[in-house]
Nanobody
Framework: QVQLVESGGGLVQAGGSLRLSCAAS????????MGWYRQAPGKQRELVAG???????NYADSVKGRFTISRDNAKNTVVLQMNSLKPEDTAVYYC???????????????WGQGTQVTVSS
């Protein structure tokens, strides 16, 4: 089994910054893709940013230039640095990881419990 534990959400004023962290633990052989999704009330969950083990990244158009995703492959962690936050960034943010297990090398998708980010205007 694999667990993803997130931290770093909170309340911030527009224009401020927050840093989200996610640590994966458990039966992990490797992690190919790690990413952050968010879900605002009444909306579908959407991809915010993703990063593969080699370091290539992709971002939602709405966060390009403001958010930066990074990872530490040795520690199985991923960080989302969020700058110039806007009220429309308010959502529950979820960490996601595509994990290859030690036991059977199957690929499975795992999610964190979610962390609330609230940006006040």
């Amino acid at each position: 089994q694999v667990q993803l534990v997130e931290s770093g959400g909170g309340l911030v004023q527009a224009g401020g910054s927050l840093r989200l962290s996610c640590a994966a633990s458990g039966s992990i052989f490797s992690i190919n893709l790690m990413g952050w999704y968010r879900q605002a009330p009444g909306k579908q969950r959407e991809l915010v940013a993703g990063i593969i083990s080699g370091g290539s990244t992709n971002y939602a158009d709405s966060v390009k230039g403001r958010f930066t995703i990074s990872r530490d492959n040795a520690k199985n962690t991923v960080v989302l640095q969020m700058n110039s936050l806007k009220p429309e960034d308010t959502a529950v943010y979820y960490c996601n990881a595509e994990v290859e297990s030690y036991s059977d090398h199957a690929l499975n998708d795992y999610w964190g419990q979610g962390t609330q980010v609230t940006v006040s205007s």
